[in-house]
């Protein structure tokens, strides 16, 4: 091979594997490439497009607004939990004695001049569960907690220090903010946030848009006359013109104002020559809005932790019957929260009423636990090997010594 035959081998080479803008700027195209062979398609291509879903925003305020105040079953789980959570009266302790009077047990039976304690802690207990977090303001005077107040936790941001930590708390109402210190926050379990909580509501939310759609769309059925609209068919002689664009628009006029909505419903239709009405209607499938609803409504108490029963919600069978449904929610849901709240107040409180000073709850006072309580004080009482006071401390009361 003789050097030019070379020279040449290797200047195209280099035109194959220049990058095509290079070899757009020289005026040297590349060689010709077969594109692949595809086989053809002798069947129409169809393509199903499902619309996205619309989820309502998740910032407290929506979800207050759609979650609580626009859907019933979560505003009864929050009312019931609230109520009931509030409805335990507060205990206080020094050491092991419980103490029966003073201004810590005043305080929280009369914590300012607006509410009652159990008013405050129900609103306590309420935004906890709309907005997984509450906050417990003091108001001091004279060296002492004087005055108690829950604030609103939309109005409420933490300030962090420099590890991360709460240091403090801006409170802010009509763009005016004031920096707070003696707050105690009350937070539910948050995987992915260090300083706020996470709501049920939140965690319930798709569930709740699926409920209040369902609502939504029933109440569009009724408006209709409960049934979907029909096909209005012109059927004019052979060959005729259709409708004209103001016959068109007269017509669906009259039906959107004389035969729409609950007002006219049953109302018979009055039709011109040519036109024809053709009724639609559900498949039973598509009619079963019912059960939609109410297994959303399970998944809504199921976030609460509140039993569907309680609600009254059909199809559910976990429980044999009320009784164990509703020792259920008390034992897993309403004392853990009363339990938890005591512990915080104890830490937060109780050392500014004096040393050892420790707030507990009753649970004697629980209706629905008497018949856990009469099962146990039997067990107690037929154990022989036990002392007074060993099973007075077993039964979760102080021992009084005297008599074994």
């Given at each position: 091979m003789t050097p030019i035959d070379k020279r040449k081998i290797k200047t195209m080479f280099d035109n194959w594997f220049r990058p095509a803008r290079a070899r757009a700027l020289d005026g040297?195209?590349?060689?010709?490439?077969?594109?692949?062979?595809?086989?053809?398609?002798?069947?129409?291509?169809?393509?199903?497009?499902?619309?996205?879903?619309?989820?309502?925003?998740?910032?407290?305020?929506?979800?207050?607004?759609?979650?609580?105040m626009a859907?019933?079953?979560?505003?009864?789980?929050?009312?019931?939990?609230?109520?009931?959570?509030?409805?335990?009266?507060?205990?206080?302790?020094?050491?092991?004695?419980?103490?029966?009077?003073?201004?810590l047990l005043t305080l929280l039976a009369a914590?300012?001049?607006?509410?009652?304690?159990?008013?405050?802690?129900?609103?306590w207990y309420a935004f906890l569960e709309c907005a997984g977090n509450a906050y417990l303001q003091g108001v001091s005077a004279g060296g002492a907690?004087?005055?108690?107040?829950?604030?609103?936790?939309?109005?409420?941001?933490?300030?962090?220090?420099?590890?991360?930590?709460?240091?403090?708390?801006?409170?802010?109402?009509?763009?005016?903010?004031?920096?707070?210190?003696?707050?105690?926050?009350?937070?539910?379990?948050?995987?992915?946030?260090?300083?706020?909580?996470?709501?049920?509501?939140?965690?319930?939310?798709?569930?709740?848009?699926?409920?209040?759609a369902g609502a939504g769309w029933t109440k569009a059925l009724l408006d209709n006359a409960a049934r979907p609209s029909g096909a209005l068919v012109y059927k004019g002689p052979d060959n005729a013109p259709g409708l004209s664009e103001e016959q068109f628009a007269r017509l669906k006029n009259e039906?959107?104002?004389?035969?729409?909505?609950?007002?006219?419903?049953?109302?018979?239709?009055?039709?011109?020559?040519?036109?024809?009405?053709?009724?639609?209607?559900?498949?039973?499938?598509?009619?079963?809005?019912?059960?939609m609803r109410n297994a959303a409504a399970r998944e809504i108490a199921l976030a609460f932790?509140?039993?569907?029963?309680?609600?009254?919600?059909?199809?559910?069978?976990?429980?044999?019957?009320?009784?164990?449904?509703?020792?259920?929610?008390?034992?897993?849901?309403?004392?853990?929260?009363?339990?938890?709240?005591?512990?915080?107040?104890?830490?937060w409180l109780a050392p500014r009423f004096g040393d050892g000073l420790r707030i507990g709850y009753d649970a004697d006072a629980v209706d629905a636990l008497a018949v856990e309580r009469e099962s146990v004080w039997d067990r107690l009482n037929a154990a022989d090997f036990l002392?007074?006071?060993e099973k007075r401390v077993a039964a979760g009361y102080s021992p009084v010594g005297g008599e074994p």
């Open positions: 040297v195209q590349p060689p010709a490439v077969r594109p692949p062979e595809t086989k053809g398609v002798s069947a129409p291509l169809i393509a199903l497009l499902a619309g996205r879903p619309s989820w309502s925003r998740r910032d407290f305020a929506s979800l207050a607004r759609e979650g609580v859907n019933a079953i979560a505003y009864r789980c929050v009312r019931v939990i609230a109520e009931s959570a509030a409805s335990v009266p507060w205990l206080l302790y020094e050491g092991d004695i419980e103490v029966s009077s003073g201004p914590p300012n001049a607006g509410e009652s304690g159990t008013a405050l802690f129900e609103r907690v004087r005055e108690l107040h829950v604030l609103r936790p939309d109005r409420v941001r933490v300030v962090q220090d420099a590890r991360g930590w709460a240091a403090a708390y801006d409170y802010t109402v009509a763009g005016q903010s004031a920096r707070l210190t003696d707050v105690l926050h009350g937070k539910l379990f948050h995987p992915l946030d260090d300083c706020y909580g996470l709501s049920p509501i939140e965690a319930a939310a798709s569930a709740l848009d699926i409920h209040n039906l959107a104002e004389s035969y729409s909505g609950a007002a006219n419903a049953g109302r018979p239709m009055v039709l011109e020559g040519g036109l024809d009405w053709r009724a639609m209607s559900f498949a039973p499938q598509d009619m079963d809005f019912s059960e932790g509140l039993p569907p029963m309680l609600l009254g919600l059909p199809g559910d069978n976990t429980y044999a019957n009320y009784r164990e449904a509703n020792l259920a929610f008390w034992r897993q849901t309403v004392m853990p929260l009363v339990a938890r709240t005591a512990k915080d107040l104890t830490r002392s007074r006071d």
